[in-house]
């Protein structure tokens, strides 16, 4: 069965640094999704991408946030500058099209701590 | 407004025993999916209903979908231990589409 990959698994990072999350969505999905779950709390949706754009994002994917598509394959979140609450686990989504029949499948996650 | 809340936050029972979730929802809906999550891991997609489906199977697993009372019902049948999991509703909804907004969950436990 198709998977999407993530990696790392998990990432520990200095406040104020750069990370960059890295995804691998299934190949012939048009619809790449990142979603966020701080622990113990619900998945929350932070922006979906289509056609080298993105067409829907959350308040919380400020500026501090950008995703890229940088060679067709990869789907890529940055953190420019990370702060303590951006702890979380981080999960890449993908699917075929949107609608009313399809199912997303979702990556296993980049668990990220922020020290 | 919130959407996908699901009850109870937290259900255990016996191994061999049925389990079962609820999920309400506030705004009309494309489809309803339901997720497990093992600890610490990540969201398995489990069933989809669409909006004008009322009762879905797949394999131990029954969904119903009641869009008048905008709420949903996922169905354990003879339970094990390996369903130990997070279970999560999470509504794909018509107005802004592209996006899951997912419930809080429900952590079930099964005893041996």
């Known amino acids: 069965e198709p998977e999407v990959t993530q990696t790392p698994s998990h990432q520990v990072t200095q406040m104020g640094q750069e990370v960059i999350l890295r995804c691998v969505p299934i190949?012939?999905?048009?619809?790449f999704y990142w979603y966020r779950q701080i622990l113990g709390q619900k998945v929350e949706f932070l922006v979906s991408?289509?056609?080298?754009?993105?067409?829907?994002k959350s308040e919380i994917f400020d500026d501090q946030f950008s995703v890229e598509r940088p060679d067709g394959s990869n789907f890529t979140l940055k953190i420019r500058s990370t702060k303590l609450e951006d702890s979380a686990m981080y999960f890449c989504?993908?699917?075929?099209?949107?609608?009313?029949?399809?199912?997303?499948?979702f990556g296993s996650g980049t668990r990220l701590t922020v020290v | 407004s919130q959407q996908g809340e699901e009850d109870p936050q937290a259900l255990s029972i016996q191994e061999g025993e049925n389990a079962t979730m609820n999920c309400s929802y506030k705004t009309s809906i494309n489809n309803l999916q339901w997720y497990r999550q093992n600890s610490g891991r990540g969201l398995v997609h489990l069933i989809l209903i669409r909006s004008n489906e009322r009762e879905k199977h797949s394999g131990r697993l029954r969904v119903t979908l009641d869009t008048s009372k905008k709420s949903s019902s996922l169905l354990i049948t003879a339970s094990r231990a390996a369903d130990t999991a997070s279970y999560f509703c999470a509504t794909d909804y018509v107005q802004g589409a592209q996006k899951l907004v997912f419930g809080q969950g429900t952590r079930l436990t099964i005893n041996p």
């Open positions: 989504a993908s699917n075929q099209r949107t609608g009313t029949h399809y199912g997303y499948t």
């Open positions: 190949s012939n999905h048009l619809y």
């Open positions: 991408f289509y056609n080298n754009e993105i067409s829907e």
